[in-house]
């Protein structure tokens, strides 16, 4: 599936090492938080998220 068309997936953990960043990309995720949660973290990693055009075909509330 293309990268604009799934979820993103963000690890968020208690581990904030080097290598528990690079373990959850290798596992396959988008991006990595680690606890305590900050809000600037999240709006950091929600703004690299691409929303799909409002209407667009692909849009799953389209047409509802």
Same mark, same amino acid.
């Given at each position: @599936?293309?990268?604009?068309r799934?979820p993103?997936?963000?690890?968020?953990?208690?581990?904030a @090492?080097?290598?528990?960043?690079d373990?959850?990309?290798?596992?396959? @995720?988008?991006?990595?938080?680690s606890?305590?949660?900050?809000?600037?973290?999240?709006?950091?990693?929600l703004?690299k998220?691409?929303?799909?055009a409002?209407?667009?075909?692909?849009?799953?509330?389209?047409?509802?």
């Open positions: @599936m293309p990268t604009h799934r993103r997936i963000v690890a968020l953990t208690a581990s @090492m080097a290598e528990d960043y373990a959850c990309l290798a596992a396959g @995720m988008d991006d990595f938080i606890k305590p949660l900050h809000l600037n973290d999240l709006r950091a990693v703004d998220c691409t929303p799909l409002s209407g667009a075909p692909d849009d799953p509330h389209h047409g509802r």
